[in-house]
């Protein structure tokens, strides 16, 4: 199905049935209905990266981060409304309980909390390069990876008052099981995962393959995934034990979404620029920006996604 230009990141609103794809190269949105497959396209910031659905209100949350800001997106009228963040967007997450969205700011350390009901802020300070963000609904705790501090800033949603948990090398994407209150950080510069026990902040090291780089929960089974680069492995976590199985690359479920193309850019600190070719053939600049799983959507790393699929099939 056409999109938009270089298309970055997706999200889904199940209610509506409606997906959206923030296209990076086009500076735009495209909104396919599930319906029909029809499209309409929404104009957003300089560089949208990352793209969150908040289903009970039907607003989506784009992150651009060239132009720091976030684009709001109502749903029913795809009607937009711009917000000021911080230096960098990456990463969204959105809280549909309290109607509170996070946005990570990777160049000013902080995150920016959108209150849904009258798109105000707030500003929250994290720890160096914030990459990454997931929410727990149900304790309304919000977790958010700091590349450059090897450390994962907690949120109290009701007060913004934090508190830091130390994880491994680089760590990146991040995702929660609000059933076990269990968070798991995926430390992409090393072979391991860091385990967060929600109640306590208190935390465990699980080996996995080399340089893992993204995460999936499954709150119904407890078993938690991890897609592993440098080994072109997964694992499988017992969220019950933290026992673990590797998983055959081509016993892989899902490889598609948003993959880096090359394993020198995926561990290349976030921030730095690379050059791609575009479909014109011109050169551009991309910066080279961490996956971060997607609670409510949003930041994956970019890449090439057919040079990473021939990495796994050798």
Same mark, same amino acid.
């Given at each position: 199905?056409?999109?938009?230009? /270089?298309?970055?990141?997706?999200?889904?609103?199940?209610?509506?049935?409606?997906?959206?794809?923030?296209?990076?190269?086009? *500076?735009?949105?495209?909104?396919? *209905?599930?319906? @029909?497959?029809?499209?309409?396209?929404?104009?957003?910031?300089?560089?949208?990266?990352?793209?969150?659905?908040?289903?009970?209100?039907?607003?989506?949350?784009?992150?651009?981060?060239?132009? +720091?800001?976030?684009?709001?997106?109502?749903?029913?009228?795809?009607?937009?409304?711009?917000?000021?963040? %911080?230096?960098?967007?990456?990463?969204?997450?959105? +809280?549909? =309980?309290?109607?509170?969205?996070?946005?990570?700011?990777?160049? /000013?350390?902080?995150? #920016?909390?959108?209150?849904?009901?009258?798109? #105000? @802020?707030?500003?929250?300070?994290?720890? #160096?390069?914030? =990459?990454?963000?997931?929410?727990?609904?149900?304790?309304?705790?919000?977790?958010? @990876?700091?590349?450059?501090?090897?450390?994962? #800033?907690?949120?109290? %949603?009701?007060?913004?008052?934090?508190?830091?948990?130390?994880?491994?090398?680089?760590?990146?994407?991040?995702?929660?099981?609000?059933?076990?209150?269990?968070?798991?950080?995926?430390?992409?510069? /090393?072979?391991?995962?860091?385990?967060?026990?929600?109640?306590?902040?208190?935390?465990?090291?699980?080996?996995?393959?080399?340089?893992?780089?993204?995460?999936?929960?499954?709150?119904?089974?407890?078993?938690?995934?991890?897609?592993?680069?440098? /080994?072109?492995?997964?694992?499988?976590? *017992?969220?019950?034990?933290?026992?673990?199985?590797?998983?055959?690359?081509?016993?892989?479920?899902?490889?598609?979404?948003?993959?880096?193309?090359?394993?020198?850019?995926?561990?290349?600190?976030?921030?730095?620029?690379?050059?791609?070719? *575009?479909?014109?053939?011109?050169?551009?600049?991309?910066?080279?920006?961490?996956?971060?799983?997607?609670?409510?959507?949003?930041?994956?790393?970019?890449?090439?996604?057919?040079?990473?699929?021939?990495?796994?099939?050798?």
């Amino acid at each position: 199905m056409p999109v938009g230009t /270089s298309p970055q990141a997706v999200a889904v609103n199940p209610v509506t049935n409606k997906t959206y794809v923030a296209n990076q190269g086009s *500076d735009t949105v495209t909104v396919i *209905d599930g319906a @029909t497959n029809t499209t309409a396209t929404v104009p957003a910031g300089t560089g949208p990266q990352a793209v969150a659905v908040n289903p009970v209100t039907n607003k989506i949350y784009v992150t651009n981060q060239d132009s +720091n800001n976030v684009t709001v997106i109502d749903g029913a009228t795809n009607t937009t409304a711009t917000v000021t963040t %911080g230096t960098g967007p990456q990463a969204v997450a959105v +809280n549909p =309980v309290t109607n509170k969205i996070y946005v990570t700011n990777y160049k /000013s350390n902080n995150v #920016t909390v959108i209150h849904g009901a009258t798109n #105000t @802020t707030a500003t929250v300070t994290t720890g #160096t390069g914030p =990459v990454a963000v997931a929410v727990n609904p149900v304790t309304d705790k919000i977790y958010v @990876t700091n590349w450059g501090s090897n450390t994962v #800033t907690v949120i109290d %949603g009701a007060t913004n008052a934090t508190a830091t948990v130390p994880a491994g090398t680089g760590p990146q994407a991040v995702a929660v099981n609000p059933v076990t209150n269990t968070i798991y950080v995926v430390d992409s510069g /090393s072979s391991h995962v860091t385990v967060i026990d929600g109640a306590t902040n208190t935390t465990a090291t699980v080996g996995v393959g080399g340089n893992p780089f993204v995460v999936a929960v499954n709150p119904v089974t407890n078993k938690i995934y991890f897609a592993n680069l440098a /080994s072109s492995t997964g694992t499988e976590l *017992d969220g019950a034990t933290n026992a673990t199985t590797t998983v055959p690359r081509r016993q892989l479920p899902g490889r598609g979404g948003r993959e880096p193309g090359h394993q020198q850019d995926l561990l290349r600190q976030p921030g730095q620029q690379h050059r791609v070719g *575009d479909r014109r053939g011109h050169q551009r600049h991309h910066r080279h920006r961490p996956h971060r799983h997607q609670s409510g959507g949003g930041g994956r790393q970019p890449g090439h996604r057919q040079d990473l699929r021939r990495q796994l099939q050798r």
